[in-house]
């Protein structure tokens, strides 16, 4: 059922995000979707790089715009094993997924490099949206992610990556 939901979720946020961004540049004020920036060393975001989703730059003034979706798809609670592991499916919104699991963290990087791309190595200018997630959390047992617009395989790969670090519980749900 996973695998039929996520594309569901990540489309109808996608939707939102050509639409917002459309706004957003109806405004006549120069601005760009999906904008890279530094972070503070002390932040919690991984890599301290994040992905903001519109810049907007009034003569020199730039300003972060953030669209969160004001509907979600709802859904049935559900649970599905995936290589050994139960998933516990709560609640998803492409912008905010929060994975929580019973194991040790496993090595972020590799998964961060391919589908947050820091070094934009994959940036395509004719492309409509970069394909990428816009941040990483990671937290005590679990890490909240923005997926922005990468597709669906980005969170199956992510689900993949903590099981094989030895989780055999996560749960997958929100933080609104």
Request: hydrophobic share 40%.
């Amino acid at each position: 059922m996973l695998d039929k939901l996520v594309p569901k979720v990540r489309e109808h946020y996608v939707e939102h995000f050509r639409a917002f961004v459309a706004q957003q540049k109806s405004t006549g004020k120069s601005g760009a979707a999906e904008v890279k920036f530094a972070l503070p060393a002390d932040s919690p975001v991984f890599g301290h790089i994040h992905c903001a989703d519109y810049v907007e730059n009034d003569d020199g003034h730039l300003t972060v715009r953030w669209m969160q979706p004001d509907k979600r798809l709802a859904f049935p609670r559900f649970s599905e094993l995936i290589d050994g592991a139960s998933v516990d499916v709560v609640s998803m919104s492409w912008d905010d997924v929060v994975v929580s699991f019973d194991g040790a963290h496993p090595d972020y990087a590799t998964w961060f490099d391919t589908w947050f791309d820091p070094n934009e190595r994959d940036f395509r200018e004719d492309a409509e949206f970069t394909g990428k997630i816009h941040s990483l959390s990671v937290g005590e047992s679990d890490v909240v992610v923005d997926f922005g617009t990468a597709p669906p395989e980005a969170l199956i790969d992510l689900i993949d990556l903590i099981i094989a670090a030895g989780s055999k519980q996560l749960t997958l749900t929100t933080t609104r």
